[in-house]
């Protein structure tokens, strides 16, 4: 039964009617954990499972009343930006785009980690837009990664019902399957597909050339999916698969692997940005903590093993001594035993982790392969974990059937996500696969219908009692209406940071860091695990104050949470406000601004609108994003720059601006004029001035190369302002000043 299939070449009707069953068996596991979000009135996509705006509230009215409940419901990342989770026709009808200035003075989106513009998953929900659209891929990609899994089972030889139960087991895994526009989890769940195409080709149910063109496309879908860390990892645990199934293949497995691999470089221009500007980047994994080196370790594997759930807990927790011990069972009894070496592989170098060598290659250090690595150990456990519940339940001997069934109820309660909260429940379903295992009859077409039905009975009770199912199924809610409210507070910053160009900050998560691109409300704070270098640098001056990512270190890679109330009276505080231009705030109670008659005292702070329990203020003393400063300095490196910034105030910084020194700077100066208008793009920028004497024109827009500036049509340089930003210089008269991102 386990031997894989023999070396003769299947009749085509055959191999058709091992992918139909297999299909078959897929769509009707994935359907009772994924169908209900195919109906109207339920999704799984973020608008309905994410906090906006006010994070107790999965979505608001108008006036920001709160209209359902947050209550825990599963976000994708609460560090992420705009384009991850809100609606991306809030951000651009026309479609992608690499730049999103509404966060963190603007950064670059393919860095962090969304679906660039040849991804597949963004091109269907371009076609088909909304929530449906985005549910109907969510659900496709639930499929095709229960496929792949059932497919690797029947390939190995697995019976009808050792197919049934991985497929039952499999649509259960992929808990972070909502990440829809964040390609963290689908990177990982192409990791089943190698296999079954090595498996395909070794038992002859595809030829070698067939498998070669079909990794070549699985290499190009790779690729076009553009999450750099998820990509490298699914290429290393290709590697390490051809690699450890060499020997049995005769090296063919390594010539797949390179397939794939060839696949994935001929996408280079999908993912060559990241790989060409990651000096321009800085993350404090690399300065503290090299990530890609790390792994759980003995002691940390262990308590993973024996701890909470998969889907409940840390997503890199892989397994149960449940489940390895039912791998290592079946692993002698295979023909093609590679699949199990892989497995064996794949997770020792989670526990153990890799070379610290690798370290010292760029980029490599902030690649998590602990995490990204759990989908492709997931997938083999689920294959193995089936084979070896096929085995025992056609043993003779009964009590090994018991003990086997009960152990795989272990599987499925701790692998497989199903979070229980009643230790009754692990009982009831530990009885049901025992009836199950004694009640077999002795025909063996009787015994796989009896089994599969018991098994499915078993495991749909068991989504029933999933937290994740019952978190995911939510009614569907209304997106925040455009625009909110007239006269409302978060209205009224609305309307004033697209109207007047200025920036908002608010220390009481109020606006939600996913939904300030989503309302095009230019925001302060950026959460993300890259931050453009000179940015990082600019926040870290200030660091001490903001609420710090403990996994992290302790430097401002990925801010929590914002920064405390009493940090707005820090002068250091003020002063970093000020340079990112920031005039707006919002918060649930009015507070403590300063009093010593700089930009942000009370007297210059006005209230903008109140609606109790939130009131917004406008300091109008801080310029707009793009103004003419009062001084310009030359300064020659960042520390020059902090230690002039140390000796001014926050209202001297407010109008002021730092270059590099120049030899032409003197000469040039600070420049005087206004802004007529401006229009505000996601990949541009256009300032209309009226210039009365040439200088330089300062624009609090992160620094970035990928920018180009056109003055009245002309080319013109952009120079580093204020250690992270922009500066133009800009001639007399009226001027139009054009800046545009281009890769």
């Not at 190698?194 to 070669?212: G, H």
């Not at 450890?244 to 999908?270: D, E, H, P, Q």
């Not at 407010?654 to 208008?677: D, K």
């Not at 827009?701 to 009245?712: I, L, M, P, Y």
Request: proline share 6%; net charge neutral; hydrophobic share 50%.
């Amino acid at each position: 039964m386990l031997q894989g299939g023999g070396a003769r070449r299947d009749e085509p009707d055959a191999r058709l009617k091992t992918v139909r069953r297999a299909t078959l068996l897929s769509l009707l596991a994935t359907l009772p954990f994924w169908g209900a979000i195919l109906l109207p009135w339920y999704t799984y996509s973020p608008t309905a499972s994410v906090p906006n705006l006010r994070p107790d509230c999965r979505t608001g009215a108008p006036d920001l009343a709160c209209e359902a409940d947050y209550r825990g419901a599963p976000h994708t990342d609460p560090g992420a930006t705009a384009i991850v989770e809100a609606p991306s026709s809030y951000l651009n009808a026309r479609g992608f785009h690499v730049w999103n200035p509404y966060i963190g003075s603007g950064i670059p989106e393919i860095f962090d980690g969304h679906n660039g513009r040849y991804s597949p998953s963004a091109l269907w929900t371009r076609l088909w837009p909304g929530e449906q659209g985005r549910d109907l891929l969510i659900f496709f990609r639930v499929f095709m990664w229960t496929l792949g899994i059932v497919l690797l089972v029947a390939l190995l030889g697995g019976s009808i019902v050792a197919q049934a139960c991985a497929a039952l087991a499999a649509a259960l895994a992929p808990h972070l399957t909502g990440l829809i526009d964040h390609p963290v989890l689908e990177v990982g769940l192409l990791a089943p597909w190698f296999l079954v195409l090595l498996l395909a080709a070794e038992t002859k149910r595809l030829s070698f050339a067939a498998a070669a063109v079909l990794c070549l496309a699985l290499g190009v879908l790779a690729g076009l999916l553009s999450f750099l860390q998820s990509q490298l990892v699914l290429c290393f645990a290709i590697g390490l698969e051809a690699v450890c199934a060499a020997l049995a293949t005769r090296s063919r497995s390594v010539a797949l692997g390179l397939v794939v691999a060839l696949g994935f470089l001929l996408t280079w221009f999908a993912w060559s940005p990241v790989i060409f500007r990651l000096d321009e980047f800085w993350s404090t994994r690399q300065v503290f903590t090299c990530v890609a080196g790390a792994a759980q370790g003995l002691v940390g594997y262990w308590q993973r093993l024996t701890g909470p759930t998969f889907a409940s807990a840390q997503p890199d927790s892989i397994g149960t001594l449940a489940a390895i011990a039912l791998a290592v069972s079946v692993i002698p009894q295979l023909k093609r035993r590679e699949l199990g070496y892989g497995w064996a592989a794949l997770t020792l170098v989670i526990t153990f982790g890799l070379p610290k060598l690798v370290c010292a290659i760029p980029g490599i250090s902030a690649v998590d392969f602990s995490r990204h690595l759990a989908p492709h150990v997931q997938a083999l456990l689920i294959a193995l974990a089936a084979l070896a519940i096929d085995r025992f339940a056609f043993e003779e001997k009964p009590g090994l059937r018991i003990v086997a069934l009960v152990a795989a109820v272990a599987v499925v309660r701790v692998v497989f996500g199903a979070g229980f909260v009643e230790a009754w429940v692990d009982v009831a379903f530990a009885l049901v696969f025992i009836v199950a295992a004694t009640g077999l009859a002795e025909k063996p077409a009787a015994r796989w219908w009896r089994t599969f039905g018991l098994a499915g009975i078993a495991f749909v009770s068991m989504a029933l009692n999933n937290r994740m199912f019952s978190l995911a199924l939510r009614k569907e809610v209304r997106a925040i209406t455009l625009p909110l409210t007239p006269g409302t507070p978060m209205a009224e910053v609305q309307r004033v940071s697209q109207s007047e160009d200025r920036r908002h900050f608010s220390n009481d998560d109020i606006l939600f860091p996913n939904w300030s691109g989503a309302l095009r409300i230019l925001d302060m704070r950026y959460l993300g695990s890259f931050n453009p270098k000179h940015l990082y640098a600019l926040n870290g001056y200030a660091a001490a104050l903001w609420a710090i990512d403990p996994s992290q270190g302790g430097q401002p890679d990925r801010f929590v949470g914002t920064a405390p109330k009493q940090a707005m009276l820090d002068v250091r505080f003020l002063r970093l406000l000020a340079l990112h231009r920031v005039s707006l705030f919002t918060f649930f109670e009015r507070v403590q601004l300063t009093a010593d008659g700089g930009p942000y005292s009370r007297d210059r702070c006005p209230t903008l609108a109140e609606a109790p329990p939130l009131i917004a203020v406008r300091c109008s003393d801080v310029p707009g994003v793009g103004s003419f400063p009062r001084t310009l300095a030359a300064v020659k490196d960042d520390s020059e720059a902090f230690a002039w910034i140390d000796a001014h105030t926050p209202q001297e910084l407010a109008e002021a601006a730092l270059l590099a020194t120049s030899p032409t700077l003197q000469a040039l100066g600070p420049g005087r004029g206004s802004v007529v208008a401006f229009a505000r793009g996601l990949d541009s920028l256009r300032y209309e001035l009226q210039v009365d004497a040439p200088g330089y024109f300062y624009i609090a827009d992160t620094f970035f190369s990928g920018w180009r500036a056109e003055v009245n049509g002309m080319s013109a340089p952009i120079e580093r302002a204020n250690v992270a930003f922009k500066a133009v210089h800009v001639p007399e008269g009226r001027v139009v000043l054009d800046l545009k991102l281009t890769y």
